[in-house]
């Protein structure tokens, strides 16, 4: 760490902090406590839809426009009743009260719900900065309403700003797209701008990924050398749960499933791989955590009539009789895995991505089984970590990771994890020497 001093104030604008389970949430969370170790005071501005933080100035704000206000009164409701009976009245009649202001809404401005957050942010931020001197206004994405605030109170008070990108602001279609032309909609129009932004006014701004950062430059030449690249990394958890063998070879997703983040290609590799392997269909599960099975891959299971192979187990909430967080109760599910696997995703700006959650695989330091699309930095990653490596469009390829994975599984010798993990210890240095120096 860069040597400490006190009394140094950090304003941290994230939308997400403290939300249980959310790879936004944990990627800003997770630095607190160094943070709090380096010398930093951090005041904390917040959405009302993640937990009160106890032991730091938390402030939790609710949004200005009414379809914020909307989401965080659903969001706010199934956290306490659940998503009964009293849930679907209570966000009906809710959601009727408020559906004219929210078409006049979409009508003037046309972006997320979690837009008019930027004004509230900004509001409680400026009374903040006026009351005390703060060292820096620190921005995390994913919710851009972050920044835009940020970027707000930068102008009103010169504060240093540093911004945290997570995921690329500026989607790109196809290989030949760098992002550079007018997006189609209002709202990746409006996106484009914010990048612009941060990239023209922050002091410090870090992408997740080189290829993410490499793009933003393209967009923007202003950039110049005050953007880098910082690994999120995870916290080491506390785990006292362990892998044993078992007459089932379990594959363990966790995290969201869509039909661009999907279990259709592997399927359809299954299908070749148990033509081969017979028996091996009554032995392979995969488990899914965090969602329902995506679309495309329904289809797939369908077609090749294979929907035992699937155990969906949806998202893990807290657990009252335990008091485990369904972060604590994921973590546990992962150390007894055989294998985790990694979807990446069928994107075009997979380049500029990583999965937050391979972080948490590599402290589990059971084997990874990943599936890759147009990104070597990953690839180079998971292989430096000793992981299985396929990839999305090459069907053999994961074919090929099956037999492996079959014929070491059978011998009990599942590849073993290499190498240390990446700590969000880690990350806070980077941050720290390259603000402070």
């Known amino acids: 760490m860069p040597e400490q001093t006190t009394n140094r104030r950090w304003l941290i604008l994230s939308h997400s902090f403290n939300m249980d389970g959310r790879a936004a949430s944990q990627t800003v969370t997770d630095k607190i406590s160094h943070l709090i170790d380096a010398g930093i005071t951090p005041v904390v501005l917040s959405a009302v839809t993640g937990r009160k933080d106890t032991h730091i100035e938390h402030h939790q704000l609710l949004p200005w426009g009414p379809s914020g206000l909307r989401f965080d ?17 209570s966000t009906l009649v809710v959601s009727i009260l408020l559906l004219p202001f929210i078409i006049l809404e979409r009508l003037a401005f046309g972006l997320t719900h979690h837009s008019s957050w930027t004004l509230a942010a900004y509001h409680k931020g400026r009374h903040l900065l006026a009351e005390h001197d703060y060292d820096v206004i620190y921005s995390s994405g994913g919710a851009w309403s972050a920044h835009q605030a940020a970027a707000m109170l930068r102008r009103k008070t010169g504060v240093t700003w540093i911004a945290e990108i997570h995921d690329p602001m500026v989607i790109r279609d196809d290989p030949a797209d760098d992002g550079t032309r007018p997006r189609g909609s209002r709202k990746d ?31 923007n030449p202003k950039l110049e050398d005050r953007g880098f690249v910082v690994l999120p990394g995870a916290e080491p958890p506390v785990c006292h749960h362990y892998h044993e063998y078992s007459d089932t070879l379990n594959l363990c997703h966790f995290g969201s499933l869509t039909n661009d983040r999907s279990l259709a290609p592997v399927l359809n590799s299954l299908e070749t791989f148990f033509a081969n392997h017979p028996k091996a269909k009554n032995v392979i599960r995969i488990h899914t955590y965090g969602s329902d099975i995506d679309e495309a891959a329904k289809a797939v299971l369908e077609q090749l009539k294979l929907p035992e192979i699937i155990v969906n187990h949806g998202r893990l909430e807290s657990d009252p009789l335990t008091g485990k967080s369904g972060r604590e109760r994921v973590i546990e599910k992962m150390y007894e895995a055989d294998v985790l696997l990694l979807l990446h995703g069928d994107y075009e700006w997979c380049a500029e991505y990583i999965p937050s959650k391979l972080y948490e695989y590599f402290w589990a330091q059971r084997p990874v089984v990943a599936v890759t699309n147009r990104n070597r930095f990953l690839d180079e990653l998971l292989l430096k970590h000793n992981s299985y490596v396929c990839h999305t469009h090459d069907k053999a390829s994961i074919l090929q990771t099956f037999e492996n994975l079959w014929r070491d599984w059978q011998r009990s010798s599942l590849k073993a994890f290499e190498g240390e993990p990446v700590s969000v210890n880690d990350a806070v240095s980077q941050i720290l020497t390259r603000v402070e120096h």
């Open 73 to 89: 009164f659903r969001h706010l409701v199934a956290k306490k009743f659940g998503r009964g009976v009293w849930y679907r009245l």
């Open 189 to 219: 129009r409006f996106l484009q701008q914010v990048e612009r932004t941060i990239c023209s006014e922050a002091d410090h701004i870090w992408w997740f990924t080189e290829d993410a950062l490499n793009y933003a430059k393209l967009r």
